[in-house]
């Protein structure tokens, strides 16, 4: 079917900046080569807790399929506000936590709500392409702030001279434990980074949805040292395997919670009722986070063959502290090649799918992202596989 001609030409004019997620473009294109194992996208390869299924159909069961309060049941923004004081000493109040259709709808509504047309946001990067893309959508000026001189992590004083240079900007966007890189903070560097932020009038857009998943440091949330400009973002997707039910939560003061409630309301009205019950489980049962901690050590186990394995082979890669993921630098026989071209060749020759840098900013062009969210037989494989491409 042919859309009306005169109507081609009509569309949102920001429209024309964005396609599609360049992740989900690359992943694709991976999907058509056969016998390719993928490494590509933040997917865990875990299934969702038995007891939160069960949950899931108890609720329907039940007939919870009707509309739910907007910014979600009191029993499930309760049970976040205590996840968020039990695992990272926050203080929040149910009626300071909005549950919503997953983190990407809670990036959406925040920077919505707190932008207008012509408004600067600063992106620290590596970043995931949504933030970019939202800031597009509500014709946002966008700066980003390079880490790849420090190791991916942002100096307080690489942050008091970009914010110096730009006093007027609205919302700083922040990733951490961050996808690609898996790069984090300690506690010192995130009061560090606070001590910075609370000089000026910025909101703080922190989106933590793999605090969850940390290594060798327990997370510390930069709302526990400036909760009052900060926007809390997180889910239940990458630490409960729940990618496809669709759970994110705002965390934020009342008075935020308010005006991004307004587009949360008129955008996706309120997550769906069963879900919720069944994050309620998620969040509650102790057998579900024992089965979390299991995966978390899983991911260990694969992070700590993979990397001295890739690095044996010259590829150089952050020190990972948290998510599932590695960035690592294209080797040097390769470099021409740019990261497209590099990972395609990868893809073709080695049958092994793994994501261009350039989805997490133009300036990594030199750098590809792993996912190792995926079985240790894979992973095996998978370095094998590099290794013959790197020794031909």
Request: hydrophobic content about 40%; overall charge negative; some cysteine.
């Amino acid at each position: 079917m042919e859309i009306k001609k005169s109507l081609e030409n009509k569309f949102n004019t920001s429209l024309a900046n964005l396609t599609g997620s360049p992740i989900r473009e690359f992943d694709r294109f991976a999907s058509t080569i056969d016998g390719i194992i993928k490494l590509t996208l933040g997917e865990p390869d875990f299934n969702t807790a038995e007891e939160v299924k069960e949950a899931a159909k108890n609720a329907l069961d039940n007939n919870r399929t009707h509309y739910s309060v907007n910014n979600g049941i009191v029993e499930l923004r309760t049970a976040w506000a205590k996840n968020l004081k039990n695992k990272f000493g926050l203080n929040y109040l149910p009626d300071e936590v909005i549950v919503t259709i997953g983190a990407s709808a809670a990036i959406e509504h925040t920077i919505s709500a707190i932008t207008n047309e012509g408004d600067t946001i600063l992106i620290v990067t590596p970043y995931f392409s949504a933030y970019e893309g939202v800031g597009i959508l509500n014709k946002c000026n966008i700066k980003f702030i390079d880490t790849v001189d420090n190791g991916f992590k942002l100096t307080p004083k690489q942050l008091d001279k970009v914010l110096s240079e730009n006093p007027n900007a609205k919302a700083l966007l922040i990733n951490y434990p961050n996808n690609p890189s898996g790069v984090s903070y300690t506690r010192d560097e995130v009061e560090a980074i606070a001590d910075v932020l609370k000089k000026y009038d910025i909101f703080v857009v922190s989106d933590e949805i793999y605090g969850d998943i940390t290594y060798d440091y327990k997370h510390t949330s930069l709302a526990t040292f400036i909760p009052e400009q900060t926007v809390l973002i997180s889910g239940l997707s990458k630490s409960h395997a729940m990618t496809g039910w669709r759970v994110g939560f705002i965390a934020a003061p009342e008075a935020m919670i308010k005006k991004i409630g307004v587009f949360h309301l008129f955008t996706v009205s309120g997550a769906a009722t069963f879900i919720q019950d069944a994050a309620v489980e998620a969040l509650e049962n102790e057998e579900v986070e024992k089965y979390n901690q299991h995966m978390i050590e899983t991911y260990r186990e694969r992070k700590d063959y993979m990397v001295p394995k890739l690095r044996e082979l010259g590829f150089e890669i952050p020190e990972i502290e948290g998510a599932f993921y590695i960035f690592a630098k294209i080797p040097e026989q390769y470099s021409s090649l740019g990261a497209m071209d590099f990972c395609k060749l990868l893809a073709k020759e080695a049958k092994v799918g793994v994501i261009p840098g350039t989805a997490f900013g133009s300036a990594y062009n030199d750098y590809f992202r792993i996912s190792y969210a995926t079985s240790i037989e894979n992973i095996k494989e998978a370095v094998e596989r590099i290794t013959k491409f790197i020794n031909k």
